[in-house]
């Protein structure tokens, strides 16, 4: 079974500082990632997902994902954090085939940005 | 039109009560999704609709009955919920064949009385 595995529950940056939140995965086969964010009393939203290719996935908000198959990782990044930012952040791997395709989530981290 | 809407945005509801929840996406696409979802928590699936058919439904219970009108609606249909059932329903559309994100509506706040 795939899964995947969000090390932290909350991470905390200084705005203007680069930020890291964690991912790692477990599957069989080629893995489908994908990050969402989930702002306060809101529905989740796509950031990004890698499938093949570049290992350095650009996505939505200047966040970008570095894939990394020898680690097993898909970590989400952005230059310089914004208060804005502040969010909870899931990951998420693709499990099953046709129809019956489904979304595996990890347990989310909740990044704080301070001003 | 990148929008998946739902409604009631919030409902309160006795154990006693039968509601309905709805959603609609006008973006053709083609498998729909209901979540439930606690505070900082992940989404839990709840049933996949593709082509309009069931295609999963995570062992829910009964007191939870999900319809697909047609390819843009997707109903969630509530009778004799339980205080526990309280939590945010969301819904989701994607399109079908490769690793298609989904697209999420804000959801419906649900509290069960």
């Known amino acids: 079974a795939q899964s995947v595995a969000q090390p932290e529950d909350q991470v905390n940056v200084a705005e203007g500082n680069p930020l890291t939140v964690k991912c790692t995965y477990s599957?069989?086969?080629?893995?489908?990632l994908f990050w969402y964010v989930q702002y306060p009393n809101r529905g989740l939203q796509f950031l990004l997902k890698?499938?093949?290719?570049d290992n350095l996935v650009k996505g939505s908000y200047g966040f970008e994902a570095e894939f990394n198959k020898s680690q097993t990782s898909f970590h989400l990044k952005k230059p310089s954090a914004l208060v804005s930012d502040s969010a909870l952040y899931f990951c998420a791997v693709r499990e099953g085939a046709g129809n019956n395709r489904k979304l595996i989530w990890g347990l989310g981290t909740s990044l704080a940005v301070n001003p | 039109d990148t929008e998946v809407t739902q409604t009631p945005k919030h409902l309160v509801m006795g154990m006693t009560n039968k509601k309905s929840l709805k959603c609609e996406q006008h973006m053709g696409h083609r498998a729909m999704y209901w979540y439930k979802q606690k505070a900082k928590k992940p989404p839990e699936l709840m049933f996949v609709?593709?082509?309009?058919?069931?295609?999963i439904n995570e062992s829910v219970p009964s007191r939870f009955s999900p319809e697909c009108p047609n390819s843009s609606l997707l109903n969630l249909h509530l009778h004799a919920l339980q205080p526990e059932d309280s939590a945010l329903y969301l819904c989701a559309s994607s399109q079908l064949g490769s690793p298609y994100e989904q697209y999420f509506g804000p959801g419906t706040r649900l509290t069960v009385t």
């Open positions: 890698y499938i093949t290719g």
């Open positions: 599957v069989s086969g080629n893995p489908y």
């Open positions: 609709y593709s082509y309009e058919k069931l295609s």
